[in-house]
């Protein structure tokens, strides 16, 4: 027995799903602690706002920072002393990270001054971040909630596009509803999408871009792939990884070619309307910053680590602050990131990191219809419309779910929802039933995926309620954020600890699974967990043992 459901009912179901995702995520946004990057995020989107250059987070483009600051143009924000002159350029770190290359005193690459476009001001901008928001001049947990509410509003919006998409690809508003109770009721979506970060916008922005190109291709029209350019610039906007839309839009592309049937002229044609329609949306973004980035002799800009491109073709690149921030991206990638994976640790990552990631970190039934829809797809890809197979994940099971059987599709949701609202509101540190949920999860990830400083609030609840007047801390977070909840702490490292003989230590995860910690997860067993992130160790009478 099939469900058929109204068009008008599929709607009305829909508003209500997008409404308790909303009631999830705003709980979340005011029980979380700021997590490492938000406060950065939040304060230089601020500072754009309201005139100021593009400095502080050069790495990043502007748009996913602006958004979440817009409530803070309606409110009385104030600087103190100290971060006023860390946006003025009169204070800042003795280092400074170049576009590529060592870590060094900032005179060595700037022997004029700070007051350089080339400069890449990273920890100060993290600093003036957290004075921005905990420095007692402003409400911080207002301030961060006020951000937090639009990307709640820009997670919903995923969310609505989910189901209009996968509506349009198979006319069944069961599939769409499921679809959408996949994003609704995924920890990840919730996890990340009420953070200020730069991910839920570009999901949005080059969610958008895809569904407008496989509408192009269904139907080539001027239109169509202007509408695809200009979201393909709000997408660069967001995040710089919104580049890979260019390699995605060649295979769809070759995929279709067939049944496009265009010309050679048609296809430049219409990459021309595309590519200008991108284009002005990042001037317009980059207004009034269209001036070419400043002369540097060669000597210095080849100390500084300037790609070869950037100064060959520097009077070109309009507008500057974008291809700097791509240069910026793309010098990181070839130094990599220290990551950690299945209790060990590399600079230069994994080439199976992300499949792994997306079967710990998302719930079996997920697994379960994402494989299940991916053979159906298979089977039945000669009939597929672009629409169905231009995405995948929540779209691309709900394009499939026509094929599978109902009683299946629904238990799966069914199953999907209650481990979701079992981990409430606990989203970030949520690891799959696989891996034996979120008490195991520091095991296999740790950072955004785990413990990202957002359980700060929690540990007061707890040092509160043990009636805890003193704590020895290493927590992977904001400290400023520690400062502003009143935590009794003493900072520490692992080295330090050593020597500790009494007292109460709190270690973070991210922390703990250094290889710097070893010593206490060999030697210890942790008193308490707060929120499975946080270690709770209770130590007296002796200290840990030499190295």
């Known amino acids: 027995m099939k ?80 971060a006023r002159a860390l946006l003025d350029g009169r204070a800042g770190y003795p280092w400074t990270r170049p576009w590529f290359g060592p870590v060094r005193a900032w005179q060595d690459y700037f022997p004029d001054g700070r007051d350089n476009w080339y400069f890449w001001a990273v920890p100060e901008g993290q600093l003036f971040g957290q004075m921005f928001v905990y420095d007692g001049k402003n409400d911080g947990d207002g301030l961060m909630f006020a951000g937090r509410c639009v990307q709640i509003i820009l997670t919903l919006s995923v969310g609505a596009l989910i189901f209009f998409w996968v509506r349009q690809a198979t006319t069944s508003n069961f599939a769409a509803l499921c679809s959408l109770a996949l994003w609704v009721f995924n ?26 190109f496989a509408r192009f291709l269904e139907s080539p029209t001027h239109r169509n792939m202007a509408l695809c350019g200009a979201v393909t610039g709000v997408a660069l906007l967001m995040k710089f990884t919104a580049i890979t839309l260019a390699p995605m839009y060649v295979v769809l592309t070759a995929l279709s070619w067939k049944k496009l049937r265009a010309s050679k002229i048609n296809v430049i044609k219409m990459a021309a309307i595309g590519f200008a329609a991108t284009w002005i949306v990042v001037l317009l973004v980059n207004f009034p910053h269209w001036l070419p980035a400043p002369p540097m002799p060669e000597p210095q800009a080849n100390a500084l ?59 079996l039934a997920f697994i379960a219809l994402l ?12 009939q597929s419309r672009p629409l169905e197979w231009a995405a995948w994940m929540c779209v691309g099971i709900g394009c499939a779910i026509p094929r599978l059987k109902q009683w299946l599709v629904g238990g799966l949701v069914a199953w999907q929802t209650i481990i979701c609202l079992l981990c409430a509101p606990l989203y970030l540190q949520f690891f799959s039933e696989a891996a034996g949920g979120s008490t195991n999860g520091y095991k296999y990830l740790i950072d955004s995926n785990y413990d990202w400083g957002q359980d700060a ?35 520490i490292n692992a080295e330090k600890a050593r020597q500790i003989v009494q007292g109460w230590l709190v270690v973070s995860a991210s922390q703990l699974m250094r290889p710097e910690w070893s010593w206490l997860r060999e030697s210890n067993q942790p008193q308490a967990r707060v929120a499975d992130t946080l270690f709770v160790y209770k130590l007296s009478g002796q200290t840990a043992p030499a190295q």
């Not at 920890?187 to 407008?212: C, E, R």
């Not at 003193?470 to 003493?490: A, R, V």
């Open 457 to 491: 609030k929690r540990l007061k609840a707890f040092i509160d309620e043990q009636h805890i007047n003193q704590i020895y801390l290493d927590y992977f977070g904001t400290q400023y954020s520690i400062e502003y909840l009143k935590i009794p702490n003493t900072r």
């Open 371 to 382: 494989i299940t829809a991916a053979i159906a797809f298979l089977k039945n890809r000669a």
């Open 187 to 212: 920890p990840n979506a919730l996890a990340h999408g009420h953070l200020i970060t730069t991910d839920i916008g570009v999901t949005l922005a080059m969610s958008a871009a895809i569904f407008l």
């Open 305 to 363: 680590g300037v790609p070869g491109w950037f100064q060959s073709f520097r009077p070109l690149l309009i507008p500057p602050d974008f291809f700097k921030g791509l240069a910026l991206t793309l010098g990181h990638s070839k130094i990599g990131h220290e990551g950690y994976l299945l209790g060990e640790w590399s600079q230069q990552g994994w080439w199976y990191y992300y499949p792994v990631t997306l079967f710990l970190k998302s719930p």
């Open 3 to 82: 469900i058929e459901l109204s068009r008008k009912t599929g709607q009305w179901i829909a508003v209500a799903l997008l409404a308790i995702m909303a009631i999830l995520m705003l709980v979340a946004a005011r029980d979380d602690s700021a997590t490492v990057d938000e406060t950065t995020f939040l304060s230089t989107g601020y500072t754009y706002l309201t005139g100021h250059r593009y400095h502080f987070s050069p790495e990043h483009p502007p748009l996913s920072q602006m958004l979440p600051a817009l409530p803070l143009l309606f409110m009385d924000i104030k600087y103190s002393d100290n």
